[in-house]
Structures are given as structure tokens and as C-alpha cells.
């Protein structure tokens, strides 16, 4: 059976909705008529390869869907997908890696598109223990791992906040790409159910950061280890895996956690393997 592939116009417009847009606001956006829009749209005009890229930018597609409006309108894909092993991304490793040890004594971690575990630095493993070992076999997805029962969960105090957190990221992501892998994960995490060990973070409340971030609190052998991530992605990657890759960072959202931190990393940091060696450790840049 033959199934016809939506034209370029038809993604457009899609994606035009997706962003609750109007042709009239799309058209004003990207400086050009609303006529012309509406004729791209229908198949009445075929769009060159500049303004495909055009509107694209202006509709903030990712540039792996991007690719596929090009091919869609008859033109060869622009941004190149190269795995992380290739040697023309090799600058490119030795970034993340720098980001992710300076970040140390606290955790950092590096992950695709569909929070896949990428590489993380040598602090990680704190963030990881007591998690059932079956849940630790490559590849490692961020989200699984926090929120799943057998993960991080039982270790989590605010888990009810935390998971909220996560899922509203999840759902930002799912509107912004339309990934079908993410839409799963976010279905998936969603049925999960919360933990006996769980405590709502208003029985017990933490550091206020004054809802500029959403700390995860981690039960652990020293006490209770408060922090907050950031994220940081390339500015202007014209690769699509740079594109999907971002890294998290996590600093320490009281004086106590930053104190247990730098006195774990005295005793810990030095006899772990550093990010990107080739020793085996599920925590290298991933090949």
C-alpha cells in the first residue's frame, strides 16, 4: 500500500498550529504576505530552499525536523547527524568533558534528546546510589532514573514536587518537538506510582529558593543533600546531535549540601575515573 508523505506545506502548517500561531501572525513574523503563506501552505506555491529555512527559524522548528521540511519540499537535508564518536565532533567532546569537570566537586551530566545518558563527570554516582543495579544498564534515561520506583524515588523527599518538575519539562519538550519517544516517556512517568518513602516537600520543607528553581532533596548516608540544576546547550549548532545535546548542572541549594559535597569529593573524586576515559565506566561519554 502506497501512503502518500505529507508535502512541505502540510508540516508547515502544521507546526504553525503547534505553535498557536496564525498565518496572519507567522506572516508578520517572517516579513513576508499572508497570501503567500497561505499559498505555500496549500501547495499553490513551492517554497525555495531559503524560505523553508526561513519560516522554519522563525516557527523555532529543531533542526532535525527542519531536515525533514527540506527533503519534504524536494531539497537536500542541511544539518548534518554525526554520533558523538565522530572525529569531526571530537571539539566538540572535549567541551562537554572540560563543563562537565569544572563543575566538580558537584554533580553535572550530559544527556540527548531523550534524556539518554551522555557522560558525567566523576561527582554523579553520588546522585545514583541505591538505585537497583537492572536500572543502571546502558542506555541510562535521566527521567527513568528519578522517578522510577527501583530509581531514585525512595531517596527523593519532595518526590511529589520533584515528579511534577519533570513531568512539566517533559511536557515543555513534547510541544516544542512533537517527539513521539518523549510523548511516551512522559506517559510512561506519569503511571508511576509515588513511593511509601515519599514525603510531600510541605511536611518537609527545604531551602527557599524563591521559585526561581525547583531543588531535588536526596536521603543520603551524610543527611539530606539539597540541589538545583541549570541547563546549557550549544548556541548555534549546524549539527542536529549538538543540537539535542544539553547538560544539566547541579549546585548545592544550602550551605550544608555544599559542605557534604566538597567533603565527599576529598574522599570520593579522587579514586573515580575522569569523564571520557576509556575504563569502562557507564559514566563516559557515551560510544
Known amino acids: 500500500m502506497n501512503t502518500q508523505r505529507p508535502s512541505v506545506g502540510e508540516i508547515l502548517q502544521t507546526w504553525r498550529r503547534r505553535r498557536r500561531m496564525s498565518q496572519m501572525d507567522l506572516a508578520l513574523d517572517a516579513g513576508i504576505s499572508t497570501r503567500h503563506l497561505s499559498f505555500v501552505e496549500t501547495g499553490r506555491s513551492r517554497p525555495s530552499r531559503e524560505m523553508v529555512l526561513h519560516i522554519a527559524g522563525h516557527l523555532d522548528i529543531p533542526l532535525r525536523e527542519q531536515n525533514v521540511l527540506l527533503l519534504a519540499a524536494g531539497f537536500a537535508p542541511r544539518f548534518t547527524e554525526r554520533s558523538l564518536d565522530d572525529p569531526g565532533l571530537s571539539a566538540a567532546r572535549r567541551a562537554v568533558d572540560m563543563v562537565l569537570r569544572v563543575h566538580e566537586p558537584y554533580p553535572a551530566l550530559a544527556v540527548d534528546r531523550h534524556w539518554t545518558l551522555v557522560a558525567g563527570n566523576r561527582m554523579l554516582p553520588i546522585f545514583l546510589k541505591g538505585i537497583d543495579e537492572a536500572m543502571l544498564e546502558p542506555p541510562l534515561n535521566v527521567v527513568r532514573l528519578s522517578l ?7 531517596r527523593i523527599v519532595n518526590y511529589r514536587e520533584w515528579r511534577a518538575h519533570m513531568v512539566a519539562r517533559l511536557h515543555q519538550q513534547v510541544e516544542i518537538s512533537a517527539d513521539p519517544v518523549l510523548l511516551s516517556l512522559l506517559d510512561e512517568v506519569s503511571q508511576y506510582p509515588i513511593p511509601d518513602e515519599a514525603e510531600d516537600a510541605s511536611t518537609e520543607p527545604g531551602p527557599d529558593l524563591g521559585g526561581v528553581a525547583i531543588p531535588i532533596r536526596l536521603r543520603s548516608e551524610q543527611g539530606i543533600l539539597s540541589a538545583f540544576s541549570t541547563t546549557t546547550i550549544f548556541g548555534t549548532p549546524l549539527d542536529v546531535t549538538l543540537s539535542e545535546l544539553a547538560i544539566e548542572s547541579f549546585f ?11 567533603s565527599l569529593a576529598e ?7 575522569g569523564v571520557g576515559e576509556p575504563d569502562g565506566s557507564p559514566f563516559c561519554i557515551r560510544r
Open 148 to 154: 522510577h520506583p527501583d530509581g531514585l524515588a525512595r
Open 252 to 262: 548545592p541549594a544550602d550551605a550544608t549540601t555544599a559542605s557534604m559535597l566538597r
Open 267 to 273: 574522599s570520593f573524586i579522587d579514586a573515580e575515573p
